[in-house]
């Protein structure tokens, strides 16, 4: 994408695989402040980029508010201070993610040990003779 290349509304959504309302929503909450011309909104290669660290962002498992305040500093701050802050909110989130993954993995194994007490009472139900009067 060029610097004078503008996606719509429609395109927007296209390219990122984002609803309507989606894309409308990161608007109302000013992640993204398209060029308005009457009602067609256009979409150039600043907003584009922004749109790639807002999914990015989510992806990561950050809060709009996290991404929207980030991005922000870019702005009022400049490219270091953001980039710090990128590095502490990535540290904070990497240690989340370890602890999520640590109790994934307990649950994990909780269930495949109740699964397969729950098999081994069915291969014994099942070994047995049919002993019923009905």
Not at 32 to 48: A, H, I, S, T
Not at 90 to 102: F, G, K, N, P, W
Request: hydrophobic share 35%.
């Amino acid at each position: 994408m060029n610097a004078s290349e503008r996606l719509s509304f429609k395109e927007m959504c296209a390219r990122f695989e984002v609803t309507p309302r989606t894309l409308r929503y990161y608007e109302y909450i000013e992640l993204l402040r398209p060029e308005k011309d009457g009602r067609n909104r256009f979409y150039g290669p600043r907003e584009v980029a922004r749109m790639t660290l807002i999914l990015r962002g989510r992806r990561f498992g950050f809060s709009l508010e996290e991404i929207r305040q980030w991005l922000e500093m870019y702005e009022t701050e400049g490219t270091v201070p953001q980039l710090r802050t990128w590095v502490e909110m990535a540290d904070r989130q990497v240690a989340e993610l370890t602890r999520q993954h640590q109790e994934l993995a307990v649950t994990i194994e909780d269930l495949r040990a109740l699964r397969d007490e729950a098999q081994a009472l069915i291969d014994k139900a099942e070994a047995k003779p049919d002993t019923g009067t009905g």
